[in-house]
């Protein structure tokens, strides 16, 4: 037997072969004299291709770790669009072709980023060799292909082995076949430890590069917690992990007994366990876990998916059909929210200094009536297969509402003259982001028949803190006592009108605030389809 040291980054235990790929070698060659003019065009259409490319991993990534740590490819996105980065790039197109630029200029900024003292600023090299290696794969023909993990060979799951692994890499991998990942470089800061947590697949990460010489096939067992990696291990090893492997196959059995029972706590308090999904696929995920309805349907993916504004037909086939996934559960439609961290070239939103408080949302909705319309009319057929919710994002006044309102039942109004069906019952709501919508929900709440508070941007607006800005830190707090109070004031204005208040936010799933949570009066929370049962089992046990 023989083990190796490195950083767990992701806990949990994995036991079965070791497979070990490698990255693909581009050919970079430095070609002096090259027609400045045409380099550019090729670096510039490499670049939108990698910019497509990130809003479909974002996506992907919402679905598989939630939008919090999904994140990363909206940074990603950010530095293609950073200036200083791309004069770097223009100033070696100067002189030389496309790819040599590219390769130049991403070696510089990864090694600016390791010279900082700062450890989650020196892990960010990592995110800039990721990106650069997404242009070059461009740029030399690959279509976006990176290392040969999507050529697993082996007929079983495997033990994941590399050198290292971009966040690009490690969210397009097939979970069902990945037990643990081990990188010989790596940190528990990298984008890709956050997104293995996130996804709940064990990792160890800085284990040198001793690592790369074990040959593919040798039986490990690893401790994402410890760190360890034990190599053909002895049989003393294995009965110590059998029984760590053991217990944790039973927890996610009793999970898996809690599925068909209701999410009541012990003294007879209801809450309902809701999920927050991006698209078509989540929603079947969302049923495989037993959520008891949609809490949040993004629908800007269907926009961000698309090369220009997706019809009303095309949308309410999308909807109907997650609709009827869901069989008779209520799905709740969040109206576009684009703008901010989500962009799509083809709705022209002019630069913004600051996106997050700019033309986004319902804002943009109000100013582009027909936008808004053709969604609300997709929305409300879509109602004639099943319970809808629609709520309304980054609502700040009253008369905002009363205009979205407004729209509903001019649609409503439309349809039943066409004599296209739909349902009477829809709900509307207000997803509660702005500090302005918390002091005025007593008003808000007369005009609705729920609320949904989105504890992500509520944090960032209450706090004046980028939520995207990965230098805050501590300073970036959810468990803020303002932030919970304006939770605890919505809870209650809510229920002084007659309405249901829920939580579909990222803290709906923190089962620290889960007590408090029901003690403010929470009549629903909606989480990412992974976290279903365990909130479930966090409820069953106050």
Known sequence: MKWLQGTGTSGGIAEGPVYVVRKKQYDIRCLPFTDPEEEGKRFEAAR??????????????VSRAGEESAQVFEIHRMMLEDEEYLD??????GQWNAEWAVDRAGKQFAEMF??????????????VEDITRQLLSFLVGREGEDTDVSELSSDGPVILAAEDLTPSETVRLDKSRILAFLTAKGSANSHTAILARSMGIPA?????PELLSVESGTPAVIDGGTGIVYLSPDEETQALFHGKIEKNRLYKERLEQLKG??????????????ANIGGEDEAKLAMEQDAEGIGLFRTEFIYLDSSDYPDEETQFRIYKRVVECMQGRQVIFRTLDIGADKQADYFRLPAEENPAMGIRAIRLCLIRPELFRTQLRALYRA???????????????EWELEEAVGYCETVQKELKEEGIPFSGDVELGVMIETPAAVMISRSLAKHVSFFSIGT???????LAMDRQNPEFGRFFDPHHPAVLEMIRMTAENAHQEGIWCGICGELAGDTALTELFLEYGMDELSVGPSKVLELREKVRKI
């Open 383 to 397: 109602s004639a297969f099943g319970p809808v919710g629609i709520m309304f994002p980054m609502i700040a006044s």
């Open 114 to 127: 390791r010279q900082m003292e700062d450890d989650y600023m020196r892990a960010r090299a990592a995110d």
């Open 456 to 462: 992500n941007d509520l944090t960032q607006y209450t």
């Open 261 to 274: 029972l209701p999410s009541v706590t012990r003294d007879g308090r209801k809450v309902a366990i809701f």
């Open 48 to 61: 939108q291709l990698a910019m497509e490319r990130l809003s479909g991993l974002y996506e992907t990534a």
């Open 88 to 93: 770097c790039v223009r100033e070696g197109l």
């Open 204 to 208: 160890v990460a800085a284990l040198g």
